[in-house]
């Protein structure tokens, strides 16, 4: 089973203008016709890469992001 990393939308926010599908370069994200809800589509076509959190007027568009410590670096 594949899982993504997809980012969140928070639909209490989101007043379904649409840009973050127009803008969303691979197509994952698109409106329902009936309702104008933003979902993922295309899930697997996320690249995670920011545009629809960058271009989303309400803010309602985040990508969460894991910060990972470097291990110690080796004595050469």
């Not at 690249?47 to 969460?64: D, T």
Request: glycine share 6%; proline share 11%; net charge negative.
């Amino acid at each position: 089973m594949e899982t993504w990393q997809l980012p969140t939308i928070n639909i209490e926010k989101c007043t379904h203008c649409g840009i973050c599908e127009v803008y969303c370069p691979t197509g994952a994200i698109r409106l329902d016709s009936e309702t104008r809800m933003p979902y993922f589509a295309a899930p697997a076509a996320c690249a995670y890469c920011g545009i629809c959190e960058e271009v989303c007027p309400a803010g309602a568009v985040e990508l969460e992001y894991l910060i990972l410590p470097l291990p110690p670096a080796e004595d050469a």
